[in-house]
């Protein structure tokens, strides 16, 4: 079954003088249980995808279906329900409120739904453990530190059972040791079921995922799948070797690639026009 489609997505900003297409033809789903991750560089478009995936913007042309519903045909009151109640997400810079103690911060996505506090209390304890926030809870997030306070910031998303979780370089301010404590319970709440897509420069988090997407000048170009028997060091190397490969692709696609190909050709042909013994016969009549 299908969590999300996308199908034929563009998205162009439009300006009095012009039009920049950030996404072009993206086609791709993601399955319940699925752990995938969107790579790509600076510019490509991953950010711009995640926005409309989160709902927070929509596509110039396409469809995004969500458990099957075409978000296009929402009303807009009816889209933010939806993303409350089937999306969770977790950000790189935690987006916690201070003025609310973590515990509270948890809650905040069922207070906004205005579900009972019976509920929010049974669905915290059954986390907990898992993310190991128990110490945290009282404490606000200006007391713990950039790995605590990623683990309140999964609970909050995940509290309302969503359909997908959207995370957005969720290691991308930690240290190793957190990026790593991080990375082990995305492994460990993807193991229960949850179906999880994350956009990340680190090879290491994309490792974690069942299906790694590469993202290029606003298309999707390419993926690779981790094999059942196959390790995570041998995933990583594999996803390293895609990056390097596509790289050399796109770079020979490049201007001044062909710039530099076309001054090599015409360097090799002047020397093969030129006499070959040229400086030889110089130097003899110089003498």
């Not at 713990?144 to 306070?149: D, E, H, I, L, P």
């Amino acid at each position: 079954m299908s969590i999300l489609e996308c199908k034929n997505i563009k998205k162009v900003y439009q300006t009095k003088n012009l039009s920049t297409e950030a996404l072009r033809d993206v086609n791709f789903s993601v399955e319940k249980g699925e752990f995938i991750s969107i790579m790509g560089e600076s510019g490509a478009g991953k950010t711009t995808l995640l926005n409309i995936l989160a709902t927070l913007d929509s596509p110039s042309s396409g469809v995004l279906l969500l458990n099957g519903k075409d978000m296009g045909n929402l009303k807009k009151e009816e889209v933010s329900a939806f993303r409350r109640r089937e999306l969770g997400f977790v950000f790189q810079d935690f987006n916690l409120l201070d003025q609310f103690n973590n515990r509270d911060n948890i809650f905040l996505p069922l207070v906004l739904s205005e579900e009972k506090e019976s509920l929010m209390q049974e669905r915290l304890a059954k986390m907990q453990g898992i993310l190991g926030i128990e110490e945290l809870l009282e404490k606000y997030p200006y007391e713990v530190s950039g790995g605590q306070k990623q683990r309140i910031a999964i609970a909050r998303a995940i509290i309302t059972n969503p359909s997908l979780l959207l995370a957005d370089e969720p290691t991308g301010a930690l240290d190793s040791a957190s990026s790593e404590m991080i990375l082990q319970l995305f492994h460990k709440i993807h193991a229960e079921g949850q179906t999880i897509l994350m956009v990340t420069h680190s090879l290491r988090a994309a490792s974690y995922a069942d299906r790694v997407l590469f993202i290029k000048d606003g298309v999707v170009f390419h993926e690779i799948y981790r094999g059942n028997e196959e390790g995570q060091r041998d995933f990583m190397e594999r996803i390293s070797e895609a990056q390097l490969v596509l790289s050399k692709q796109q770079n020979a696609l490049r201007p001044d690639s062909l710039y530099d190909r076309q001054t090599e050709m015409a360097t090799e042909m002047t020397t093969e026009m030129a006499p070959k013994d040229a400086f030889t016969e110089r130097k003899g009549r110089e003498a």
